[in-house]
């Protein structure tokens, strides 16, 4: 399997400001996205994940460094027929209804009239818009924006899907349905290239992760990598066991009605605690070992730069 | 600079510059040949119905002071091509859209009276328009003299020559020889005795030699022509009475016609000529 | 196309545009209005309202052009609708002429119907269809392609006030080409009048489209210069379009 995206030492200066003073965003940004993997960029805001992506579509021309999609010189039309992209806040012609957006689309890329009716009656059913059709842009939520966002991106099926915060802004349901239509990508063997804000969505979903900082990439690497599997501590929550037994176990102790719940540190005391709710023929309601998330290795990674 | 960068880019930008720099020769050469083409002019037709000049310095939002330069700058243009026969049919009313539009604009009024008078040989016009910039500008002495000059030298109009002289020569920063125009003008009307005034006035305030000699030159010839008019006269009395003409002037006196023979300015007697009766000065005013 | 595609929803957007159709009535009450200005003149009546029409048709079809042109590209950076455009394969010349023929579309919509008020007021008059006036409308037509090129030109890389006013100044001086010719016979050789003289060449002659007078007094047109204005328009628009591609290609969306 090839590489989907490959960016190497990519460069890119600003000339801002009347009396123009350079500055320079992205200082040599180096990654690579293998074909049919979903890989996070990850980063705070002003490190310079927008401006890698419009690098990468071609709407910003760096000023060095090299940037391949599929093989192919980026800026080339091959390259890009193979991809569709989401930016972030997408904003598009209100006085279009969904349909007629995406036949605008559609005809971008000169497709033949039944494939394209076909293709956006598909990709309306996939995103949840079939109801909202024919209602103007204008009349959209930003979570709809968001969906017939997503359905432009894929009007020409692209081999990957380049999105710009695709969950920001969308309710809890909304981000499952997003999440999942992604990694239904990934089956359908699409590479998807997104920045989140949201780090447990990344978790859940990325293969690969990039983080961002001060225009370089500061770590990368496949997700199980780069999240131990070191247990920081675990919780367990019990019922049927006065509180005092546990005592000497665990710490933060706390309780509420008849549940007790306990933070222990170390591993081998779990099975301590486990014994003992056997022994007082309690029951374990619930029993969670607390790994390092992503969040850890993202705050960490920031603050230590 | 986004021409410089795309200038370092690939063959499409140089094929695009090299395109872009066709289209310019082609249009300019195409309006060096447009330029060759000759196209019916008719640039005064449309004056017909611009409206009056009121009217246009309201249209003018406040600008008709530069509306007035610009439509001066169009007639001068206009009345000096000799090929657009009918140009003087709207003469007046171009020339009172400009005074409308900024009547303390002198130049209009001269230029217009000029035209009039040079061109299109229509005087009325020519005093029509400095009247009106005069009424404008009472104080500016240029208008009237202007008429005065047209009245002298066009019209031989001599009272309306002095007329005007009259108004321009005490205005503020009218020239000496206003004044002596004024008196030529009456001289020329035939009124001698204001006339020898005015010139003694001019004399006696001379401020050079040069001014003084020209009063002095006309006074002679004011005073020559008082003196000829009296001897006329008495020639013509002593006719009437002695039924034949006298043989010198001397005999009017004898007659008792005239206490005493007049003098001219420089003392000399005045020439008779016994065969016509005919009594003139000495000397050329001029050459004396 | 995609061009065409990038017109079609470009002449959707622009029929939306509510200048447009402020701008079309007043064209049409100041065609109207020539009517009633006819009654005050003194001689031909007609003349006053082929001039006040064809005016009409000229001037408002230039606000149209520029007013809707500036905003044209301007908005699409602004709202950042262009961002999933030109992340599309459309080449960025493609998005430049695609505006650019949705406008000139929007222009001949509209242009056709003032000169169909026109020609019926004019008919009502005449009891004549004047077809001559058609040939001072078409090339009042080239005009506001020209016209419209410039401002999509200044909306690629300014804002709409900007762009309008150096757009105006681009009428303003093509209809002032004249001027410069005149003050070119009275200047004395030197670099100056050479600096002129290819000021002259470069800057628009405007004039070359101007029928208006010869149409309403009846005056004869050489036949060369229909070919020539028209070649004239074509090339000075191709011009100005490469212009604006050339600096549209380079930029940066930040």
């Known amino acids: 399997m090839g590489d989907a995206i490959r960016i190497e030492n990519l460069k890119k200066s600003f000339r801002l400001g009347f009396i123009p003073k350079t500055r320079e965003i992205l200082k040599g940004i180096s990654f690579s996205v293998k074909e049919g993997e979903i890989f996070g960029y990850l980063g705070p805001n002003g490190a310079g994940k927008t401006t890698t992506i419009k690098c990468l579509l071609g709407l910003i021309f760096p000023d060095a460094g090299t940037i391949e999609i599929f093989g192919q010189p980026h800026l080339a039309s091959r390259a890009r027929q193979a991809l569709g992209f989401l930016p972030e806040n997408p904003y598009f012609y209100d006085y279009l209804t969904a349909t007629e957006f995406l036949a605008f689309y559609a005809d971008l890329f000169g497709l033949a009239r039944e494939e394209k009716n076909e293709r956006i009656a598909r990709l309306l059913k996939l995103v949840g818009l079939e109801r909202a059709a024919s209602l103007r842009l204008r009349k959209y939520s930003r979570g709809m924006l968001q969906r017939v966002g997503l359905a432009q991106a894929l009007i020409n099926d692209p081999k990957l899907v380049i999105l710009d915060e695709p969950l920001g802004g969308m309710d809890p349901l909304g981000r499952k349905e997003i999440r999942d239509i992604i990694v239904r990508f990934k089956d359908e063997g699409k590479t998807v290239f997104f920045t989140s804000h949201i780090l447990q969505d990344i978790e859940m979903i990325c293969d690969h992760v990039a983080i961002i900082v001060g225009g370089r990439v500061v770590k990368q690497g496949a997700l199980q990598d780069l999240v131990s599997e070191k247990v920081l501590f675990t919780e367990l929550t019990v019922s049927g066991v006065p509180p005092e037994a546990f005592r000497g176990l665990g710490e933060g102790l706390s309780v509420q009605g008849d549940r007790v719940f306990l933070k222990i540190l170390e591993a081998g005391r779990v099975d301590d605690a486990l014994a003992l709710v056997r022994e007082k023929n309690g029951k374990v309601v619930s029993l969670s070992p607390r790994t390092e998330t992503l969040e850890d290795i993202f705050v960490e990674t920031v603050t230590g730069q | 600079m986004p021409r410089e960068r795309a200038a370092a880019r690939g063959p499409a930008t140089l094929l695009l510059v090299l395109f872009l720099l066709g289209m310019c020769a082609s249009f300019m050469a195409l309006k060096a040949k447009t330029d060759t083409i000759v196209r019916k002019k008719v640039p005064g037709s449309s004056i017909i119905y611009i409206p009056s000049g009121k009217f246009l310095k309201y249209a003018t939002f406040g600008y008709s002071a530069l509306a007035a330069d610009l439509i001066y700058l169009w007639a001068i243009q206009y009345y000096s091509t000799p090929t657009i026969d009918d140009r003087f049919d709207h003469l007046d009313h171009v020339f009172a859209i400009i005074a409308d539009l900024d009547p303390a604009y002198l130049d209009p009024y001269e230029t217009g009276a000029l035209i009039a008078t040079a061109e299109a040989r229509d005087i009325k016009l020519a005093f029509k328009i400095l009247d009106n910039g005069f009424a404008k500008n009472p104080k500016e002495w240029l208008l009237p003299f202007e008429a005065g000059h047209i009245a002298m030298m066009d019209l031989k109009d001599y009272d309306l020559a002095r007329q005007y002289f009259e108004k321009c020569m005490n205005l503020p920063g009218a020239p000496d020889f206003t004044r002596r125009l004024y008196a030529n003008a009456l001289y020329k009307r035939g009124d001698l005795e204001t006339s020898w005034q005015t010139w003694l006035e001019i004399y006696n305030t001379a401020p050079d030699e040069r001014t003084k000699k020209i009063a002095s030159n006309h006074l002679y010839q004011v005073k020559s022509a008082i003196d000829t008019n009296r001897l006329k006269d008495a020639v013509g009395k002593f006719q009437e009475r002695a039924g034949r003409l006298p043989e010198e002037l001397a005999d009017l006196v004898r007659a008792g016609i005239l206490d005493k023979l007049p003098q001219d300015l420089d003392g000399q007697d005045y020439v008779y000529d016994p065969k016509t009766g005919g009594v003139k000065a000495a000397t050329s005013p001029w050459k004396r | ?254």
């Open chain 3, 1 to 254: 196309m995609r061009i065409w595609a990038i017109a079609g929803i470009t002449f959707k957007e622009a029929k939306r545009d509510r200048i447009l159709y402020l701008l079309f009535f007043f064209a049409a009450v100041a065609i109207l209005a020539s009517r009633v200005l006819a009654i005050l003149t003194v001689g031909d009546r007609v003349k006053i309202i082929k001039d006040v029409g064809l005016a009409s048709i000229s001037i408002f079809g230039v606000l149209m052009a520029v007013l809707i042109g500036t905003s044209l590209v301007y908005k699409e950076i602004d709202k950042k609708t262009i961002f999933t455009l030109l992340s599309k394969p459309l080449h960025r010349a493609e998005f430049i002429l695609g505006k650019f023929f949705g406008l000139v579309l929007t222009l001949l919509v509209m242009t056709a119907g003032m000169s169909l008020i026109f020609l019926v007021i004019v008919y009502l008059h005449t009891f004549r269809i004047e077809w001559t006036m058609l040939v001072a409308i078409a090339y009042i037509f080239l005009e506001l392609v020209l016209v419209t090129a410039v401002a999509i030109l200044f909306s690629s890389f300014s804002t709409p006030i900007l762009s309008s006013i150096f757009s105006l100044a681009f009428y303003l001086i093509g209809h002032l080409s004249w001027g410069l010719e005149l003050l070119i016979k009275k200047m004395s050789a030197g670099a100056g009048r050479t600096a002129a003289q290819f000021l002259y060449m470069f800057l628009p002659d405007l004039e070359n489209f101007n029928f208006k007078t010869e149409v309403v007094h009846n005056l004869p047109i050489p036949a060369g210069i229909y070919l020539s204005s028209f070649l004239y328009g074509v090339f000075y628009t191709a011009f100005i379009l490469a212009l604006a591609v050339i600096i549209f290609r380079r930029r940066d969306f930040i």
